[in-house]
Nanobody, 115 residues
């Protein structure tokens, strides 16, 4: 069983930055692939970024060069550094753990990019 809690959402102006954090419980964090998804109003859920147990990363084209996913295995935490934010980045952001046998989700954190 894995529990995920996201932190760090909020309101930011276009061009600004935010860092999301996701704290995980469970003993196998190091071996899990972790991911960030988002769902904008009226749109389907979108994969934003992934990071494997070996810290190999992958990004959606829409965020490549602006967002950075990272992990701290000692703290069982995954981060999403979001830079040069745009209004179209407005969404609820969800942390996700892929254990190989199950997928776990956090409750989501709202990110709003607006002037």
């Amino acid at each position: 069983q894995v529990q995920l809690v996201e932190f760090g959402g909020g309101l930011v102006q276009p061009g600004g930055s935010l860092r999301l954090s996701c704290a995980a419980s469970g003993s196998r964090f190091n071996s899990n692939t972790m991911a960030w998804y988002r769902r904008a109003p009226g749109k389907e859920r979108e994969l934003v970024a992934t990071i494997t147990s070996g810290s190999r990363t992958n990004y959606a084209d829409s965020v490549k060069g602006r967002f950075v996913i990272s992990r701290d295995n000692a703290k069982k935490t995954v981060y999403l550094q979001m830079n040069t934010l745009k209004p179209e980045d407005t969404a609820v952001y969800y942390c996700c753990a892929l254990t190989g046998v199950a997928v776990y989700w956090g409750q989501g954190t709202q990110v709003t990019v607006s002037s």
